[in-house]
């Protein structure tokens, strides 16, 4: 049973970047009438996003939120020991982004820097990371920069993920300090429901052709995608949610040994509002206590959760000691829920660019 504890680190600051470009669901209407577009708006909650335009990557984003964070808070860059990329739409296939970021950013040739490609889960995988070699070396300052351009995985005459995803960058500057105190994680797998969230084509299983770039109808409802696009069964994902989230939720209050009622607050990954309204309801939370950013920012992957943080959460809420209780859950099927202490967590809020 993957759960781990660590003490005295945390997130110093955190600061989010979307894209300048606004989306409205409701002009959408190249593809599809008002009426439906009406009605996957009501079922989803996401009345907007944010579209990287062409040019821009999920490095961009993070690039400029982690240049402001790092010029804000007047952090020598040379004392930056671990950069760290989460995504799954990276700059290349090769090198990784990480390290393209570490010399963008004017870090040291001696900065450890590596991806993690994981999805919804990724933000709380990637602090359990990041906090595992910070609590097993010297390591004392690390950048998570998280980014994701999600309209570009998901076709645009699929009612079914067409209206759902956005794109959006944070980066986390994680110290070390007696005042953190404790911190556990719960990290969790199942591969066997692979075929829940994929795109089928263009690694190295399934190369990408003339074939899989061919658009054709998918499905009964008369969607339309193609092999090179994320596809996704919305019924096994919910029910997927139903059965593991809230167990999970329970397990890492047990570890952590708190009741629901000692979290001051729940950030849950914004996969739908319908989704996330289960949630808190199964759980007894009020609203307050579980802010969502779905309305703005649409489904943005791994990057949902803290960029929730950043548009939901000011420095008045983060003032002081909080509990923040984390999960992240979707495609793979992975999961991972943690609580943290913030301790006057900076929050940097977002920028546009």
Request: charged share 20%; net charge negative; glycine share 8%.
């Amino acid at each position: 049973m993957a759960l781990l504890q660590f003490n005295n680190i945390g997130i110093v600051a955190i600061q989010a970047a979307v894209p300048a470009q606004k989306i409205l669901s409701k002009e959408q209407t190249q593809y599809f009438d008002s009426e439906t577009i009406e009605e996957i708006v009501q079922k989803t909650g996401i009345e907007e996003r944010r579209f990287a335009p062409e040019g821009m990557c999920a490095s961009d984003l993070c690039y400029a939120a982690a240049d402001k964070l790092l010029n804000d808070l007047q952090i020598n860059r040379s004392e930056i020991d671990v950069l760290i990329f989460i995504s799954q739409t990276p700059d290349y296939r090769m090198p990784a982004t990480s390290i393209i970021l570490q010399h963008r950013l004017g870090l040291p040739k001696t900065t450890a820097a590596f991806d993690i490609s994981l999805g919804c889960s990724a933000f709380v995988y990637g602090l359990s990371v990041v906090y595992s070699l910070m609590a097993g070396g010297s390591f004392k300052k690390a950048l998570l920069l998280d980014g994701e351009t999600r309209s570009k995985v998901y076709h645009p005459k699929d009612r079914k993920t067409g209206f759902l995803f956005g794109d959006g960058g944070v980066a986390a500057l994680i110290g070390r300090d007696e005042k953190y105190g404790s911190s556990y994680f719960s990290l969790n797998s199942d591969g066997s429901k692979e075929e829940y969230i994929k795109i089928k084509s263009g690694g190295y299983r399934y190369p990408s052709s003339i074939e899989t770039f061919a658009e054709r109808v998918i499905d009964e409802h008369g969607n339309i995608s193609t092999d090179e696009h994320g596809r996704m069964n919305g019924a096994d994902v919910f029910n997927f949610v139903l059965l593991e989230i809230p167990k999970n939720i329970k397990e890492i209050l047990n570890h952590a040994g708190l009741v629901k009622e000692a979290i001051d607050f729940f950030l849950f990954h914004q996969a739908n509002s319908y989704m996330n309204s289960y949630l808190t309801k199964k759980l007894n939370v009020t609203e307050e206590k579980a802010p969502q950013s779905l309305k703005w920012y649409g489904n943005t992957s791994s990057v949902s959760i803290p960029l929730t943080l950043c548009s939901q959460l000011s420095h008045l809420h983060l003032d002081g000691k909080k509990k923040l209780l984390l999960s992240g859950f979707g495609v793979g099927m992975s999961w991972a829920s943690a609580v943290i202490q913030s301790v006057d967590m900076m929050n940097l809020g977002v920028i546009e660019v």
